[in-house]
């Protein structure tokens, strides 16, 4: 079947283990933004070096640079049939831009699924993972500043997406099986079941 989906919530709620195991379930790719930027930086390419300053400051990289990016990433062939699109989109006018390129393809989103966690536990949860992982920006500086951006500009993506009731709330916080479980039935609920 074909699953055209987004996944949303704050910094270090487990979007990207969870779009993993999603997207597998689904058989769509997980196409994550923050990974494509991090690809790009490691390889010290231009998108990479421009990208790296804001990253590190915990802010967004440009919408228009953003944009370009999962247009191209999204006419790839194994995203025909859809995606699960983690960290995208973070604004709104991301949200006009995505819009945008899938009405010219005929398409639509099926659902938004919105991991919801408690702010505290998730500096903590950041500060485990960047001693596990190295990433630079993961320090509480960094988190608590990517928190207030998350608050400022990507909550109200949000409530774009619930007007169309197309947000599915979840229980971010537990263990990888358990959440991914919430989120499966969240999803069949509404008549969206991987596997078949
Ligand atoms: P993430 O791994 O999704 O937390 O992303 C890490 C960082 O990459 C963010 O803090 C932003 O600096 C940048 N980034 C990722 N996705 C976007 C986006 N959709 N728009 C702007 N910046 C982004």
């Known amino acids: 079947m074909s699953a055209r989906l987004i996944i949303v919530g704050p910094p270090g709620a487990g979007k990207g283990t969870q779009a993993g195991r999603i997207a597998d379930a689904f058989g769509v790719p997980a196409i994550s933004t923050g990974d494509i930027f991090r690809k ?42 859809g995606f699960l699109l ?58 608590r500043r990517r928190q207030e951006v998350y608050l400022d500009q990507t909550a109200p993506i949000v409530g774009a997406y619930a007007d169309r009731g197309l947000v599915v709330d979840v229980d971010g916080l537990g263990g990888i099986d358990e959440v991914g479980d919430r989120i499966q039935s969240a999803l069949a609920s509404r008549g969206l079941t991987a596997g078949v």
């Open 86 to 143: 983690d960290g995208y989109p973070r604004t709104l006018n991301q949200v006009e831009y995505l819009d945008a390129l899938l009405t010219e393809q005929g398409e639509q989103l099926d659902a938004v699924v919105q991991l919801v966690a408690d702010q505290d536990a998730l500096v903590e949860r950041l500060l485990k993972r960047a001693e596990d992982q190295g990433r630079s920006d993961d320090n509480e500086e960094t988190i």
């Open 40 to 81: 790009n930086v490691a390889e010290g390419t231009p998108l990479g070096v421009e990208a790296k300053k804001l990253m590190d400051a915990g802010e967004y990289v440009p919408d228009e640079l953003t944009n370009e990016l999962v247009k191209s990433r999204l006419a790839e062939p194994d995203a025909e049939h």
